[in-house]
C-alpha cells in the first residue's frame, strides 16, 4: 500500500511519501521514510519513492550502486538499461526479486534525476510519462487525479503544496495511506 507523488519543475523534483505500513488489515505509522535522495559517482541526485515493500526500499537505499550517467546516451536510454540493471542486481542480491513463468519481478517506485520522472514498475519497465508528475502506490490514482486538479488552477500553487494536496488527497480516500508525510526537493 502507500502513495508516493512527485512532480517536476524545470531542473527540480519535488517528491513525498506517506509513512503506512500495511499488511493485509493492518496498519502502523512507519518512522522510516519512503523517499530519499542518492547520488550517482558524478554527484547526479536521484530522488528515490517507493511502495511495494520496505525491504526493497531499503536495498536500494542502502546497497545499490548508482551507475554514472554516461554523457553520450539519452537519459531514458540509460533508465532503461544501465540503471535497471544495477536495481535488477541489487534486488536479486538482497533475495528480494522473485522469477514466475520465467519472468523476474520487484516492485514499483518513482525516481526522479535530472529534472525528469521515471515509474519503475514491478517487470522493470522504465515509463516517463508526459504529464509533469507522477504517483504510485494505492493511493496513487486520486494523488493523480489531485495533481490534474491543481494543474489546472490560476495561480498555480507551488510544487511542494501540490505533492502535499495530493497525499492528503490519497490519505482521505485510501484505507492505505497515512501521514505524517514526508517530502523533499530533488535538484
Same mark, same amino acid.
Given at each position: 500500500? $502507500?502513495? +508516493?507523488?512527485?512532480?517536476? =519543475?524545470?531542473?527540480? @523534483?519535488?517528491?513525498?511519501?506517506?509513512?503506512?505500513?500495511?499488511?493485509?488489515?493492518?496498519?502502523? =505509522?512507519?518512522?522510516?521514510?519512503?523517499?530519499?535522495?542518492?547520488?550517482?559517482? &558524478?554527484?547526479?541526485?536521484?530522488?528515490?519513492?517507493? $511502495?511495494?515493500? /520496505?525491504?526493497?526500499?531499503?536495498?536500494?537505499?542502502?546497497?545499490?550502486?548508482?551507475?554514472?550517467?554516461?554523457?553520450? @546516451?539519452? *537519459?531514458? %536510454?540509460?533508465?532503461?538499461?544501465? /540503471? +535497471?540493471?544495477?536495481?535488477?542486481?541489487?534486488?536479486?542480491?538482497?533475495? /528480494?526479486?522473485?522469477? %514466475?513463468?520465467?519472468? %523476474? &519481478?520487484?516492485? $514499483?517506485? @518513482? !525516481?526522479?534525476?535530472?529534472?525528469?520522472?521515471? $515509474?519503475?514498475?514491478?517487470?522493470?519497465? !522504465?515509463?516517463?510519462? *508526459?504529464?509533469?508528475?507522477?504517483?504510485?502506490?494505492?493511493?496513487?490514482?486520486?494523488? *493523480?487525479?489531485?495533481? /490534474?486538479?491543481?494543474?489546472?488552477?490560476?495561480?498555480?500553487?507551488?510544487?511542494?503544496?501540490?505533492?502535499?494536496?495530493?497525499?492528503?488527497?490519497?490519505?482521505?480516500?485510501?484505507?492505505?495511506?497515512?501521514?505524517?508525510?514526508? @517530502?523533499?526537493?530533488? =535538484?
Amino acid at each position: 500500500m $502507500t502513495c +508516493i507523488a512527485a512532480i517536476k =519543475t524545470g531542473k527540480s @523534483i519535488w517528491i513525498g511519501g506517506d509513512s503506512a505500513g500495511v499488511a493485509g488489515y493492518s496498519i502502523v =505509522t512507519r518512522s522510516d521514510k519512503k523517499v530519499y535522495v542518492k547520488a550517482d559517482p &558524478s554527484g547526479n541526485n536521484f530522488g528515490f519513492g517507493f $511502495t511495494s515493500s /520496505f525491504r526493497m526500499g531499503q536495498l536500494i537505499q542502502y546497497h545499490l550502486h548508482i551507475p554514472t550517467i554516461p554523457k553520450n @546516451i539519452d *537519459l531514458h %536510454e540509460y533508465m532503461a538499461t544501465d /540503471f +535497471i540493471e544495477s536495481i535488477r542486481s541489487c534486488l536479486k542480491e538482497g533475495g /528480494f526479486t522473485q522469477i %514466475e513463468n520465467n519472468q %523476474e &519481478s520487484g516492485g $514499483t517506485f @518513482i !525516481v526522479g534525476v535530472k529534472g525528469r520522472l521515471f $515509474t519503475i514498475d514491478s517487470d522493470f519497465q !522504465v515509463g516517463e510519462d *508526459l504529464p509533469d508528475y507522477a504517483a504510485c502506490g494505492c493511493g496513487g490514482s486520486i494523488a *493523480l487525479g489531485s495533481f /490534474f486538479t491543481t494543474d489546472k488552477l490560476k495561480p498555480k500553487p507551488k510544487p511542494q503544496d501540490r505533492v502535499v494536496l495530493a497525499l492528503q488527497a490519497a490519505a482521505e480516500f485510501s484505507a492505505g495511506v497515512r501521514g505524517p508525510f514526508n @517530502i523533499m526537493q530533488v =535538484t
